[in-house]
C-alpha cells in the first residue's frame, strides 16, 4: 500500500506539467471544507511531488465533488460557471447545435482557448464548431458524478500541454473511492417547466491493496423551457385568418428537450513493486430536441409554383411551422497506460482514443423546392471528430549542491492524430429542386443536410517535444522553465516557452509571477468543413441564407476575384501571456489572493467579414452544385483574422471560523476582465468589434457563506454578472442593445439525516430575478436576449437524496 500511494501520486503529477500551481482562497473554498490533502498538494500544471498549494506559482481554483453536486443542473458547463466567476457559459437557443454543445469562455477568451483533461490526459474535441468557429470539448459529456474534484488553470500553459492552452487548462480528477453510493434528483423552475430528473449509482472497489477500480452511471431526462411572447406577425396573421388555430406562442425560446446516459470508469493496478497499469475513461450517449424560427404562412416559403401546380404547403402547414431541430449524440474517450519508478526516474506512457458524433434530424419542416415531392421529416447527417494521442514522460530528480533544492527534470514526447469526418444526410435534405428555379428555397428548411460535396474525412498530425525543469534557487525563491516544440503536417512547426517564480516575502505571504508563449493550432474542421446556415431578420421577418465556406476551396477562390477580399490558408493562433500576483494565508483561517493578467493573442481565429453576393457570383456558387446556392445571400470563412489584448485581475478572499456550536466559511471572489481588438479585419468592422469587447460582462464575482452545525449545512450564495452587450443577429448585425448588471441570491440546505441518508434542497435564483428584456427581438417572441452569460428562465430548486451503502 504504501507504494500504492507513492505511485497514484506521481501518476497524477507526471500527467501534468512543469510549472507550480497555487491553490487560492477561492479554490479551498469553492465545495466548503475540501480534505486537507486536497488543500496541500496540487496535480494540475507541475512535476514536483512534494509541492504544497501555497508553496505554488500561479493560481488554481479547485473544485470538489460537493460543489457540483450542490448546483442543480447537470451540465457541468453550468455548474463550473456559477463556482469560478472568470468562466461564463451562454444558453444559446436557435443556435443550431450549439444549444447542445455550449461554448464556455475562460477569461473572456474563446471556448477552445482553455485546454480540458481528464485524470491530466487532454480530452478530445467535440464535433461541433460554433459560430466562431471555436471548436473545444465537450465538458457537458462528462458524469459529474464520477467527478473526485476539478482543478481549473488560471495561466497560459500551451509550453506544458500544447495546443489550446491560452486562456488555462480545466484537469477533472475522476473518483477513485471504495464504497457504494446513489443519488436521485428532482428540480424544476418557478414557471413550472424545465422540469429535470437526475439519477446517479457509484461503485468502487479496492483491489486486494494494489490498486482500485471505480464506476459510476449517471442518467438524466430534463424538459424544455418556453420564456416566449406571441409574435406580433402571428397575431396579425391570426386575426386575418380566424379559421386558422395558431398555436401560442407559435415558437418556443428557452433550453431543449434534453436525455442522456454518462458512465466513467477509472482504475488502476500495481503490476510490480515499481510499476503500475492504470486504465480510465468516458462514455456518454445523448439525444436532444429544439425549435427553431416559425415560417409565417405569408413568407416566401409559402409561395406557389409553376412546376407542382397542384402543391400548396398551406394545405400541409396551414399555421404556418417551426421546424424541430434533434441531435442524437455519442462520446467516448478511453486512456490506457503503465507509470513507474527506476532509481530517480519515474515514467509514464500511455495511449488514448476519444471519439465525438453527433447526428442531426429535422421534422416539421419542408425542402420547399421540391414541393410535393418533399418529406416533412430529414436525416441531416453527421459531424465526428476522431482523436488518437500517444504520450511518452518522465521525470528524474537531480540531486545537486548548486541550489537550494533538488533539480526536477521532466521531459516526455507526444504524439497526436485528428480525423474530422461529415457525412451526407438524406438526399432531400440538400436537395436543388425544380422549383429553386422560381426562389423557393432549396434544402431541409431550417437546417441544410450535408450534401456529398461537403462531406468527407479530414486529417492532421501533430509531434510534440517538451522539457521543463523546477528547483529552490534559495529558501525563498522558487523558479521553474519549461520548452515545447510541436510540429503539425498541415502548416509546420512551433515553439513555446514559459518561465514561473515565487518568492515568499514570509511564511504566510509570497509574489508569484509567470510569463509563457503561447499557441492554438486549426483543427481539420476549421480548415476544410463547410456550412450552410439559415438566420431571421428581425426588421423584415424573412429567413435568410448565409455560407460559410473552406478558405482553400473554390469559393473562396471566387471571392478573392474582388479587389477588396484576401482570403487565405488558417495558420496557428499565438499568444503572449503575462501574470502577476500575491498570495496570503494565516493559522486564523484567513486566505487571500489577488492575480493580475494580460493576454495577447495575434491571428486570433475567427470568421472574415461577410461578403454579399453579386447576382454573377451567386450564378457561379449554383453552377458549382453549392448547396442553397441559388437563396444565399452572403458567405463568409474561417480566417486568422484578428489581434487582442485582454488584461484583468483575479481577487478572493476567505475565512473559516467557529461561531457558536458550527464552522462558518466566508469568501469573496471576483474577476475584472477587458478585451481590447488592437488589429485586423475585425478593427475596421464595428460591429464585430463591438460583439468582441462587449459581449460577455467585464465584471463577475460572487459572495458565499457556508455554516455547519451538527448534521446540517446552510449554504448561500450571491452572483454578480456585470453589463454587457448583444446583437440583433439580423443579416446585417447592426442593432446593438446594452445589458445592464444582475444579481441572483441562491440558497441551500443540507441535512444528513442518518450516517448513510443525506437531504439536500437547493434554491438557485431565490427572488425569481429576471434580466432586461430584449427589445429589439420582441417581433421574433423572444422575451430575453437568446447570449445571455446566465440562466434567463428564473428562479430553480431542486430536491435530491444522496445515499451510500
Known amino acids: 500500500?504504501?507504494?500504492?500511494?507513492?505511485?497514484?501520486?506521481?501518476?497524477?503529477?507526471?500527467?501534468?506539467?512543469?510549472?507550480?500551481?497555487?491553490?487560492?482562497?477561492?479554490?479551498?473554498?469553492?465545495?466548503?471544507?475540501?480534505?486537507?490533502?486536497?488543500?496541500?498538494?496540487?496535480?494540475?500544471?507541475?512535476?514536483?511531488?512534494?509541492?504544497?498549494?501555497?508553496?505554488?506559482?500561479?493560481?488554481?481554483?479547485?473544485?470538489?465533488?460537493?460543489?457540483?453536486?450542490?448546483?442543480?443542473?447537470?451540465?457541468?458547463?453550468?455548474?463550473?460557471?456559477?463556482?469560478?466567476?472568470?468562466?461564463?457559459?451562454?444558453r444559446l437557443p436557435m443556435a443550431d447545435g450549439q444549444v447542445f454543445v455550449r461554448p464556455a469562455s475562460l477569461r473572456g477568451l474563446s471556448a477552445d482557448h482553455t485546454l480540458v483533461l481528464v485524470n491530466g490526459k487532454r480530452l478530445h474535441r467535440a464535433a461541433l464548431l460554433g459560430s466562431n468557429g471555436a471548436q473545444s470539448a465537450d465538458l457537458a459529456s462528462i458524469p459529474s458524478y464520477a467527478i473526485k474534484r476539478i482543478e481549473v488553470l488560471r495561466d497560459g500553459a500551451s509550453a506544458q500541454y500544447g495546443s489550446d492552452a491560452i486562456a488555462g487548462v480545466i484537469n477533472i480528477i475522476l473518483d477513485d473511492k471504495a464504497g457504494y453510493q446513489a443519488f436521485s434528483q428532482f428540480s424544476q423552475y418557478f414557471e413550472g417547466d424545465g422540469t429535470a430528473y437526475r439519477a446517479g449509482v457509484q461503485g468502487g472497489w479496492d483491489l486486494n491493496n494494489r490498486g482500485y477500480l471505480a464506476t459510476t452511471f449517471e442518467y438524466y431526462d430534463a424538459e424544455r423551457t418556453a420564456r416566449s411572447r406571441q409574435r406580433p406577425d402571428a397575431e396579425a396573421y391570426q386575426a386575418a385568418h380566424p379559421e386558422v388555430t395558431l398555436r401560442n406562442p407559435v415558437q418556443d425560446w428557452g433550453q431543449p428537450d434534453r436525455d442522456a446516459l454518462r458512465f466513467a470508469l477509472n482504475s488502476q493496478y500495481s503490476l510490480t513493486d515499481n510499476t503500475d497499469a492504470y486504465l480510465f475513461g468516458t462514455y456518454n450517449q445523448g439525444s436532444g430536441m429544439s425549435d427553431f424560427n416559425w415560417r409565417n404562412p405569408e413568407s416566401s416559403v409559402f409561395n406557389k409554383s409553376e412546376t407542382y401546380p397542384n402543391f400548396d404547403l398551406k394545405d400541409l402547414y396551414p399555421a404556418g411551422f417551426a421546424p424541430h431541430f434533434g441531435q442524437d449524440d455519442r462520446d467516448l474517450s478511453i486512456y490506457v497506460g503503465a507509470k513507474g519508478i527506476v532509481g530517480q526516474l519515474s515514467w509514464d506512457a500511455s495511449v488514448s482514443q476519444g471519439n465525438n458524433k453527433i447526428d442531426y434530424q429535422l421534422s416539421n419542416t419542408i425542402n420547399a423546392s421540391l414541393g410535393s415531392d418533399s418529406p416533412t421529416a430529414f436525416y441531416a447527417g453527421s459531424l465526428e471528430q476522431d482523436e488518437f494521442t500517444a504520450n511518452l514522460d518522465a521525470s528524474y530528480l537531480l540531486q545537486n549542491d548548486w541550489f537550494a533544492d533538488d533539480l526536477n527534470i521532466a521531459f516526455g514526447a507526444e504524439y497526436r492524430q485528428e480525423t474530422y469526418k461529415v457525412s451526407s444526410g438524406d438526399e432531400a435534405s440538400y436537395l436543388v429542386g425544380p422549383a429553386a428555379k422560381e426562389g423557393l428555397p432549396s434544402g431541409s428548411n431550417g437546417f441544410f443536410g450535408f450534401s456529398p460535396a461537403q462531406s468527407g474525412d479530414f486529417d492532421q498530425d501533430s509531434v510534440a517535444l517538451y522539457v521543463d525543469m523546477e528547483t529552490m534557487l534559495s529558501s525563498a525563491w522558487t523558479i521553474g522553465l519549461a520548452a515545447r516544440y510541436e510540429d503539425f503536417s498541415e502548416f509546420g512547426d512551433t515553439q513555446n516557452g514559459k518561465i514561473s517564480t515565487r518568492y515568499a516575502l514570509s511564511d504566510h505571504a509570497a509574489l508569484r509571477a509567470t510569463y509563457s508563449t503561447g499557441f492554438r493550432a486549426p483543427t481539420p474542421g476549421q480548415l476544410f468543413s463547410e456550412r450552410v446556415s439559415q438566420g431571421l431578420d428581425t426588421n423584415t421577418l424573412e429567413v435568410f441564407t448565409r455560407g460559410r465556406y473552406s478558405p482553400q476551396g473554390e469559393i473562396a477562390q471566387i471571392i478573392n476575384a474582388r479587389s477588396d477580399a484576401n482570403i487565405a490558408s488558417l495558420t496557428p493562433e499565438e499568444s503572449n501571456n503575462l501574470s502577476l500576483g500575491f498570495t496570503y494565508q494565516d493559522a486564523s483561517g484567513l486566505n487571500a489572493s489577488i492575480d493580475f493578467y494580460r493576454i495577447s493573442i495575434s491571428d486570433r481565429f475567427g470568421t472574415s467579414t461577410t461578403f454579399s453576393l453579386t447576382t454573377d457570383e451567386r450564378a457561379k456558387l449554383i453552377a458549382l452544385g453549392v448547396t442553397g446556392a441559388e437563396s444565399i445571400t452572403s458567405v463568409n470563412f474561417f480566417q486568422n483574422d484578428y489581434d487582442t489584448k485582454t488584461t484583468g485581475v483575479d481577487l478572493v478572499l476567505s475565512r473559516k471560523f467557529e461561531l457558536g456550536e458550527g464552522n462558518l466559511n466566508l469568501v469573496a471572489a471576483y474577476n475584472y476582465n477587458k478585451t481590447e481588438v488592437t488589429?485586423?479585419?475585425?478593427?475596421?468592422?464595428?460591429?464585430?468589434?463591438?460583439?468582441?469587447?462587449?459581449?460577455?460582462?467585464?465584471?463577475?464575482?460572487?459572495?458565499?457563506?457556508?455554516?455547519?452545525?451538527?448534521?446540517?449545512?446552510?449554504?448561500?450564495?450571491?452572483?454578480?454578472?456585470?453589463?454587457?452587450?448583444?446583437?440583433?443577429?439580423?443579416?446585417?448585425?447592426?442593432?446593438?442593445?446594452?445589458?445592464?448588471?444582475?444579481?441572483?441570491?441562491d440558497i441551500g440546505l443540507n441535512y444528513d439525516i442518518t450516517p448513510a441518508i443525506a437531504l439536500s434542497l437547493n434554491v438557485e435564483n431565490l427572488f425569481d430575478n429576471y434580466p432586461e428584456e430584449a427589445t429589439f427581438q420582441a417581433n421574433r417572441g423572444l422575451i430575453y436576449s437568446r447570449n445571455a452569460p446566465y440562466d434567463s428562465d428564473g428562479g430553480n430548486y431542486s430536491l435530491r437524496v444522496d445515499m451510500k451503502f
Open 679 to 745: 488589429g485586423g479585419d475585425i478593427s475596421r468592422n464595428e460591429t464585430q468589434r463591438i460583439l468582441l469587447e462587449e459581449r460577455l460582462p467585464k465584471q463577475a464575482g460572487n459572495l458565499s457563506a457556508s455554516y455547519s452545525w451538527a448534521d446540517i449545512t446552510l449554504n448561500a450564495k450571491l452572483r454578480y454578472y456585470g453589463s454587457w452587450k448583444d446583437s440583433s443577429g439580423n443579416a446585417d448585425g447592426d442593432i446593438f442593445q446594452q445589458f445592464g448588471a444582475e444579481t441572483f441570491f
Open 1 to 90: 500500500m504504501k507504494h500504492l500511494n507513492k505511485t497514484a501520486t506521481y501518476g497524477c503529477l507526471v500527467l501534468a506539467s512543469s510549472s507550480t500551481l497555487a491553490l487560492s482562497a477561492h479554490a479551498q473554498e469553492v465545495a466548503g471544507a475540501a480534505p486537507a490533502n486536497l488543500e496541500s498538494i496540487i496535480v494540475t500544471g507541475t512535476r514536483q511531488a512534494n509541492r504544497t498549494v501555497f508553496d505554488s506559482m500561479a493560481p488554481i481554483d479547485l473544485i470538489d465533488a460537493s460543489a457540483i453536486d450542490s448546483t442543480t443542473s447537470e451540465d457541468l458547463l453550468d455548474s463550473v460557471a456559477q463556482i469560478v466567476p472568470s468562466f461564463k457559459v451562454q
